[in-house]
């Protein structure tokens, strides 16, 4: 879903900063970004343990204690999904700038950041809000995830046998290294590279993509986003994880069922335009000659 003409500075008048931590180059965009912010009267909070700003004004202050208007972070995809694990608030929309390897979830480069952020702060832009997946067992919950929730073998190598539920409807079973559960926009990460499709944001469902299943004993499937899906382990000593955003892992019992569905928040991103397709065409699509 589209917010068209958001207000994106509030009282607050606050702004985060985060970047990915291994790559030093990545201090001088940052220092920039500060700087100009901070010469628009934006109080800018610095994640001191990913950025080194020079600035005085900057304030150190850990992700999960920011409370700001919305975040800039400076990295790529595994940036942005590790925000969204630490953000006390995972609806603070975040703008993203790409210095990883593919950046589908990010919005500028580097060279164009400024020009962009000054194009945000005066509400010229609007933000697009991506559906997340609730996960648990029984009454014990995970972390929201916006691209997908794996359940994998603990032991690499080794199958899982797997009963799939959909609305407590038994739909495939079978055996597998994994299988997970992706959004719309999951649906072009690990999800794509499993060999599930792409679904369109605009598509209200989510996929089961199983990854490597011998004798195609589990398919993919798409499944409407009112549904709830549910993964059960019953393979007798047989134990897993169920990973999030490829961040965090909790571990499944033998014979545990893990349940995912939608989850009532969103993570939400600035965008200039509605720019789906074209960050699809541009970042996915390979090109030959």
């Known amino acids: 879903?589209?917010?068209?003409?958001?207000?994106?500075?509030?009282?607050?008048r606050a702004v985060g900063l985060i970047c990915r931590p291994d790559r030093p180059e990545i201090e001088e965009i940052a220092n920039q970004i500060a700087e100009f912010l901070i010469s628009e009267n934006l109080s800018v909070q610095v994640d001191p343990g990913s950025c080194n700003i020079v600035h005085k004004k900057a304030q150190p202050t850990l992700i999960e204690k920011m409370d700001v208007d919305f975040?800039?972070?400076?990295g790529g995809d595994g940036t942005i999904l590790y925000?969204?694990?630490?953000?006390?608030?995972r609806e603070t929309p975040l703008f993203c700038v790409n210095r990883g390897t593919v950046g589908?979830?990010?919005?500028?480069?580097?060279?164009?950041?400024?020009?962009?952020?000054?194009?945000?702060?005066?509400?010229?832009?609007i933000i697009e809000n991506n559906v997340n997946i609730s996960s648990g067992v029984g009454e014990r919950r995970f972390e929201d995830a916006l691209n997908e929730v794996y359940v994998v073998s603990k032991i690499p190598g080794r199958l899982l046998s797997l009963q799939v539920y959909v609305d407590g409807v038994e739909i495939d079973s079978g055996r597998a290294d994994g299988a997970m559960l992706a959004t719309?926009?999951?649906?072009?990460?690990?999800?794509?590279?499993?060999?599930?499709?792409?679904l369109a944001p605009n598509v209200n469902g989510l996929i089961f993509v199983p990854v490597c299943p011998p004798r195609f004993e589990l398919k993919s499937v798409v499944v409407p986003d009112s549904a709830t899906v549910e993964i059960e382990l019953v393979k007798p000593g047989v134990s897993a994880y169920a990973v999030i955003d490829g961040q965090t892992r909790w571990e499944i019992a033998p014979?545990?069922?893990?349940?995912?569905?939608?989850?009532?928040?969103?993570?939400?991103?600035?965008?200039?335009?509605?720019?789906?397709?074209?960050?699809l065409n541009t970042r996915l699509v390979p090109r030959v000659l």
């Open 1 to 12: 879903m589209i917010e068209e003409d958001p207000q994106i500075l509030t009282e607050k």
């Open 255 to 279: 014979h545990e069922t893990v349940w995912m569905k939608k989850s009532e928040g969103v993570s939400r991103f600035i965008r200039l335009y509605d720019n789906y397709y074209d960050r």
């Open 71 to 74: 975040v800039v972070t400076i």
């Open 83 to 89: 925000t969204l694990t630490k953000l006390k608030d």
């Open 184 to 198: 719309p926009v999951g649906s072009s990460a690990y999800a794509l590279a499993a060999g599930g499709s792409i």
């Open 104 to 125: 589908f979830l990010t919005e500028s480069d580097t060279e164009s950041a400024i020009s962009s952020l000054r194009n945000i702060l005066e509400n010229e832009c």
